[in-house]
């Protein structure tokens, strides 16, 4: 479809007055009592209320990274990073699809403007999942693919209208390699097979999505760039959407840490305040053990929150300085960029030990933040395993 004279009418009314920093995050703190009144269903029902979701959209709290000229925000995304992590503290599960779902608007701000028309000419409200590893059949043909195959966690999907999958182009001549691409496919052409049965995030709804021989015409594809540094080279798009990619969508299941770990900070406090220990008898406000993994996890929060906010600041100083950031530098960007999750996972777990018998039951306000932390840290962005051996190299050979 394209973009109608009514449906731009519409879109540029909806552009007319944008959100700043404090209006977002204020937009969601008056949210936060909703969202942790869902927490439990969201658990048993393994996916986000509908009702949270709705919210979120009225807020506009999923247009923080979509183009203005499509209803958007087009927000800088340490404004992104600080709603995210506002709703982590009550809620990952939410805080999670809130991050997925948006940040596919980034994604797709990078494809052809037909394609954008297509999701948002209509509704600006519309949602997109993904599931970007390259598992899906592809087969050249006319004006396009066909593509075929099941993709695995796609958060939020249930709330989504299209979604974007990957797959692998066979080369086009004999001794080339194949090449990675991207596929915006509508809500008619895939089935959602309910999969998702995990010990933590168990409210992301993150199920798999199954294409059978569908035509993606090819404006609706893309082939993404290593996503490591910045553009700076001439281009058309906005300072927002010249940032890496593969940094701006890893940031929406790493950043969320930081919200995280804040909640367990509280929730670890609010515990040792009152406990007593059944075999010392020792106060656990009195605890030297108890005061240094409290210090140490809220020093932690803040060294890791400060290094997104400086990665962003750096990447967007280059940006408007047309100065080109040096790949090796990209890349400790991105080993940190997968460590700090798992950093604060680590932490947690220590305070989870010190609780002792407390620290198994489900009804502790520190396991389910926990558990969520254990079970996003599984997250390929949150692995430094991939990314440090290839930092470590360019050191060497600089």
Known sequence: MSATPSAEA???KQTAAIPDHNELLNRTRALLPLVKSFTDQHDKERDVAPEVVSALREAGLFRLFQPRRWGGYQSDPRTQFEVQNLLAEVCMSTAWIQGVLGVQAFVLALMDEQAQADVWADNADTLMSSSFMPVGKVTPV???YRISGQWAFSSGSTHAQWAIVGGMVPPAAEGHPPSMRLFLVPRDDYEIIDTWHTFGLRGTGS?????EDVFVPAYRTHQPSPGMVPTVDATHLPPLYRLPWLYMFTCSVSNL???GARGGLKAFIDIEKVRVSSMTGKPGREDPAVHAAAARLSAEIDTIDNQYKRHIGRMLDAIDAGEAIPVPEGLMMRTQLTSGLRGLAKLVDD???LLGGRGIRTDSPLSRIWLDLC????HPGNDPGMISPVYGKALLDS
């Open 142 to 144: 006319d004006g396009g």
């Open 257 to 259: 840490a930081i919200g």
């Open 351 to 353: 305070m989870q030990l």
């Open 10 to 12: 519409a879109v540029t």
């Open 375 to 378: 079970a996003a840290r599984a």
């Open 207 to 211: 199920n798999d999505l199954k294409v």
